[in-house]
């Protein structure tokens, strides 16, 4: 039996070590990897960069209990300037990317799904950022954690957020190709102040060889039941159901609506002078929004509306 062909596209997946302070998630984006990049052609290492922090949005969604938005964000000085994944709390994700192409042009990655380290280094720079935004819609709370940009890769950037942000031993693993986007998190939960320290200590070194026992391509490939056999093998362990993840830009008529309002009405007629029209793209999906004279006529005909003139968007 071929894994790849019967393997549940696009869900997310929790499990835990019976009777023991570990947990984890599993990813696997297919459809909704596919989809995300409908609209835009990236180079292979971008591509590749982008499949893996996709996955690594939906994995932090799925270690937090909110009910809101969750966006990752990557800001450096290398060949990718600016990298966004967002994924809601029940897993509606979206990405882009922004890149040099000839620097990007100068890269290659060798193996399918492994990103080498030096590649990861100058996609990213010598001084980047790793910054993660939950936007809870409870009480409109807002929480941010950044730390830089650590290591060869992409996961030793995520481990290091939760080792300063959420105090939380964690091991990762990513990949992502033109298939598919997959990833693997297991986390040391607090322990009960009554247990053994050095049973616990062996359970979570245990825990993080077996993600080491695991390669791209094995994340690629494999169904997580058989992964979970590969590195976990010494432990009972538990699969919870599985979520189904899907790509949806949030982006709407009544967005962009807002925004040339808020850039006000001579900014906007300037345009509309010299183009004829004006168009409003979105990064996300590149779906264009276009606006002729009557409509924006109709923008303004109540007057600026709240932002005035301000060409400054929040």
Same mark, same amino acid.
């Given at each position: 039996?071929?894994?790849?062909?019967?393997?549940?596209?696009?869900?997310?997946?929790?499990?835990?070590?019976?009777?023991? &302070?570990?947990?984890? =998630?599993?990813?696997?984006?297919?459809?909704?990897?596919?989809?995300?990049?409908? =609209?835009?052609?990236?180079?292979?290492?971008?591509?590749?960069?982008?499949?893996?922090?996709?996955?690594?949005?939906?994995?932090?969604? !799925?270690?937090?209990?909110?009910?809101?938005?969750? #966006?990752?964000?990557?800001?450096?000085?290398?060949?990718?300037?600016?990298?966004?994944?967002?994924?809601?709390?029940?897993?509606?994700?979206? *990405?882009?990317?922004?890149?040099?192409?000839?620097?990007?042009?100068?890269?290659?990655?060798?193996?399918?799904?492994?990103?080498?380290?030096?590649?990861?280094?100058?996609?990213?720079?010598?001084?980047?950022?790793?910054?993660?935004?939950?936007?809870?819609?409870?009480?409109?709370?807002?929480?941010?954690?950044?730390? &830089?940009? #650590?290591?060869?890769?992409?996961?030793?950037?995520?481990?290091?957020?939760?080792?300063?942000?959420?105090?939380?031993?964690?091991?990762?693993?990513?990949?992502?190709?033109?298939?598919?986007?997959?990833?693997?998190?297991?986390?040391?939960?607090?322990?009960? *102040?009554?247990?053994?320290?050095?049973?616990?200590?062996?359970?979570?070194?245990?825990?993080?060889?077996?993600?080491?026992?695991?390669?791209?391509?094995?994340?690629?490939?494999?169904?997580?039941?058989?992964?979970?056999?590969?590195?976990?093998?010494?432990?009972?362990?538990?699969?919870?159901?599985?979520?189904?993840?899907?790509?949806? %830009?949030? %982006?709407?008529?009544?967005?962009?609506?807002?925004?040339?309002?808020?850039?006000? &009405?001579?900014?906007?007629?300037?345009?509309?002078?010299?183009?004829?029209?004006? #168009?409003?793209?979105?990064?996300? %999906?590149?779906?264009?929004?276009?606006?002729?004279?009557?409509?924006? !006529?109709?923008?303004?005909?109540?007057? &600026?509306?709240?932002?005035?003139?301000?060409?400054?968007? =929040?």
């Amino acid at each position: 039996m071929n894994p790849q062909t019967t393997l549940p596209c696009d869900e997310v997946r929790r499990f835990i070590v019976e009777n023991r &302070p570990v947990r984890g =998630h599993w990813v696997r984006l297919e459809g909704a990897w596919r989809e995300l990049r409908a =609209h835009r052609d990236y180079p292979q290492p971008v591509r590749e960069l982008l499949g893996q922090a996709v996955a690594a949005s939906v994995l932090l969604a !799925a270690t937090l209990k909110f009910h809101g938005q969750l #966006t990752l964000q990557l800001q450096g000085n290398g060949a990718v300037s600016l990298l966004v994944a967002q994924c809601t709390h029940d897993f509606r994700l979206r *990405a882009v990317a922004r890149f040099d192409e000839a620097a990007v042009a100068t890269l290659s990655v060798s193996e399918a799904g492994s990103m080498p380290g030096e590649i990861f280094r100058r996609l990213v720079g010598n001084d980047g950022r790793f910054a993660v935004t939950v936007e809870a819609d409870e009480r409109n709370a807002r929480y941010q954690g950044i730390v &830089p940009l #650590t290591g060869d890769s992409l996961a030793g950037s995520l481990e290091a957020y939760f080792a300063g942000s959420e105090q939380l031993p964690t091991r990762v693993l990513l990949a992502a190709d033109g298939e598919r986007g997959a990833g693997v998190l297991v986390q040391k939960l607090p322990e009960d *102040a009554d247990g053994d320290d050095s049973q616990m200590r062996e359970i979570w070194e245990e825990a993080q060889r077996g993600i080491e026992r695991l390669s791209a391509e094995d994340l690629l490939r494999y169904p997580v039941e058989e992964l979970l056999g590969r590195g976990f093998a010494a432990h009972d362990m538990r699969l919870f159901r599985g979520a189904p993840v899907h790509f949806e %830009c949030r %982006c709407s008529h009544g967005r962009v609506t807002s925004l040339l309002r808020a850039l006000g &009405p001579d900014e906007v007629r300037d345009v509309l002078r010299e183009q004829g029209s004006v #168009t409003v793209t979105c990064e996300f %999906c590149h779906r264009p929004y276009r606006f002729d004279a009557g409509d924006v !006529a109709a923008l303004f005909e109540d007057g &600026p509306g709240p932002g005035g003139n301000s060409s400054t968007i =929040h």
